[in-house]
């Protein structure tokens, strides 16, 4: 079944502008450069992101690094290949030996260099080599207009506790975003493809720049959202989450406010809610 989707004409224009403003000063929060004393990094002779300090003196004399007036190079003999990714293997156990990596995860994701992948490595290193990711999120509506949201575990490593949008994590290597959308609304939220009624295309509404504890976060967040039925509820799978709520967009408002969410799930939530608020949106 379909659903047309709400525009939720209840709202107040002073709410909706309040909502623009905030959507706004999000953005700005997350066009930010690294910390200082980070340099440019490149692997295979490709620019792929920014050093963070702490890891630069754990690489500083380690085989195949070289640094120079502009910034650090890594593996520059070596073509996108096995050996390479053997070789980025190696440095992500360094970095995590040298205390750089906030959690191992035992999950490998692309490494993008001048728009191409030229290999993999350990997720948990690429914040402190600042390489670029890609995010996938659903935001979930139910047919009378309220908003599916899920709470992170405590476990969590990052952001415990916080509330987020339905199913959001990273695209794993060699994994197109589709696959990583349905990947994650399965383990998150136990849903599958029939129960996602017109979603929407896939789409990346920005990219995040900002400097985190453990390195640098350069990501793109894409964004799909869509209507469960009223039959559907949602269920976590793999234990990432704590609890799983339907709140109106006013309760969001309220909890957004109290900064009870993510700072990406905000960006997220507040996109889909202003899109489909838009006096003149259409479908």
Avoid at 194 to 214: F, K, N, Y
Avoid at 216 to 241: K, R, Y
Wanted: contains cysteine; glycine residues 6%; hydrophobic residues 40%.
């Amino acid at each position: 079944m379909h659903y047309n989707l709400p525009m939720f004409a209840q709202l107040s224009s002073s709410l909706y502008a309040d909502m623009q403003q905030r959507f706004a000063e999000l953005l700005t929060a997350t066009r930010r450069f690294p910390i200082l004393g980070s340099c440019p990094v490149t692997i295979a002779g490709r620019y792929v992101g920014w050093l963070h300090p702490r890891a630069q003196e754990v690489l500083a004399d380690w085989p195949k690094v070289r640094r120079s007036s502009v910034g650090f190079h890594i593996a520059e003999d070596l073509p996108p290949s096995a050996e390479l990714n053997h070789y980025l293997a190696e440095l992500a156990q360094t970095l995590n030996d040298g205390g750089c990596v906030k959690a191992w995860r035992d999950e490998l994701l692309d490494v993008y260099a001048e728009g191409q992948i030229i290999g993999v490595i350990e997720r948990g290193a690429s914040r402190a080599l600042g390489l670029l990711t890609q995010a996938v999120h659903l935001h979930a509506w139910a047919p009378d207009g309220k908003l599916w949201v899920q709470q992170r575990a405590s476990h969590k490593a990052t952001d415990p506790n916080m509330w987020d949008t339905l199913v959001g994590g990273l695209a794993s290597a060699q994994e197109c975003l589709t696959v990583s959308l349905l990947r994650e609304c399965q383990e998150e939220a136990g849903l599958c493809a029939t129960e996602l009624c017109d979603l929407s295309s896939m789409h990346c509404i920005t990219r995040m720049h900002r400097p985190l504890q453990e390195g640098f976060q350069a990501e793109n967040v894409w964004v799909n959202d869509c209507i469960l039925p009223s039959t559907c509820t949602p269920s976590n799978q793999d234990g990432e989450v704590s609890d799983i709520a339907c709140i109106s967009v006013e309760q969001y408002w309220e909890m957004a406010q109290a900064k009870q969410f993510t700072l990406e799930a905000e960006i997220v939530i507040l996109y889909c809610i202003l899109q489909r608020c838009a006096p003149h949106a259409v479908r």
